[in-house]
């Protein structure tokens, strides 16, 4: 272990320069697992899919996957089908210096949208990052595959499942353009345990419907989005009961929380952390619906920015969000322990003094009791600051 970060057993990985787009910064990553591993993932489900996502889904199911090649600085988003021909060519490249199959190679990009992938900049660089694989190097990785984020992403769990340790390690990217399904986000998270890979692929969606599926920061779906869970095999672990793969299942929802919060603390120019929590609907859907009409509010983020409570912005929103019949006399309306919103009005307790209080707070709670039924919903974002405008401003200067 090193600096807390737990190595998985099977797992190498490596990062280097390849001059992608800014000189002198790692943006190049190789991860390798080992024959015999489970691999899963989940896709965005933007229509203008990036040309690796494409190649990914082909490649996933035409082979065991051997090594993942992620770039940073370049989406090989928008890119037609010189960008098949060039994400398929790195998968190519890769193949031939570790002597796997091309489609054994699952590519990743983020970046600038449009542009074509320097491809031979990226095959120039990969005997370097053979020579330097290694278990420890997570931190590596989790900066090079870094854009507009101001801090590494990195998730490290060690737990006991029938006496028998297991390690979950995982890091991911992602600060702007993040809205489910999924976000501008790349997450690639590995385990040692032993587990079939259709049940692996059920662990990671119910574990993203939690998590990566429930972080907005600017409402904007990317082209790229990706999640990774493999399963080398290679510790004592094997899943199988049912009660094995309930306590996986719960390691596994809080190591992608913890990744996906992240995230959103790390939103492009954030300031606040919000937790929007909806309770008392008739259906999960519907608290959803309230909790991204509150998430995805532009006034309401930069009143939050502003640490100005106005209240009247959180009530505009729950009203529009589209739940049928809504009953506002049942509706009530809290920031943290402080209930400004009851009986379709403003609570006879609350005062301005309170909701300044909370809203000081770099961490802040909503939350909307709808008086419906007994669905709940969570959904964590940031507020909209001046920093937010000026990064995607300049963001290809």
Known sequence: MSDGIFPVAGVKLNATAAQ???????????????DGATTAAVFTRNA????????????????????LLI????????????GLRNAKQSCT????????????VLPFSTGVIGEPLPVQKMTAALPALLQGMDAANWALAAQAIM?????????????????????????????GMIRPDMATMLAFIATDVSIAQAELQTALQRAMDQSFNRITVDGDMSTNDS????????????????????????????ACAELAKMIVRDGEGATKFINIEIVDGKTEDECLKVAYAIAHSPLIKTAFFASD?????????????????LDISKVYIYLDDVCIVEKGGRAATYSEAQGQRVMQQSD????????????????????????????????RT
């Open 147 to 175: 854009t507009t984020d101001t801090r590494p992403k990195i998730v490290s769990r060690e737990f006991q499942i029938d006496g028998q340790r297991a390690v979950i390690t995982g890091i991911a990217k992602g600060a």
């Open 227 to 254: 999640c990774v869970l493999m399963a080398t095999g290679k510790g004592a672990l094997e899943i199988k009961s049912p009660q094995a793969k309930e306590l996986f299942q719960r390691e596994l929802n809080t």
């Open 93 to 104: 490249d890769v193949a031939g210096i570790t002597h796997c199959k091309a489609e054994q």
């Open 48 to 67: 203008f899919c990036a040309a690796p996502v494409l190649i990914c889904k082909d490649h996933l199911v035409k082979a065991a996957t051997r090594y």
């Open 71 to 82: 770039n940073s600085g370049n989406a090989n988003a928008g890119t037609g089908e010189q």
């Open 309 to 325: 409570p106005n209240w009247g912005r959180i009530l505009a929103a729950v009203g529009y969000a589209g739940v049928d019949q």
């Open 364 to 395: 802040i709670t909503v939350r909307v009791q709808l008086g419906r039924g007994k669905q709940h919903a969570t959904v964590w974002t940031c507020d909209l600051s001046h920093d937010y405008v000026r990064i995607n401003a300049e963001y």
């Open 20 to 34: 992608i787009r800014k000189a002198g910064r790692n943006d190049l990553v190789l991860i390798e697992i080992p």
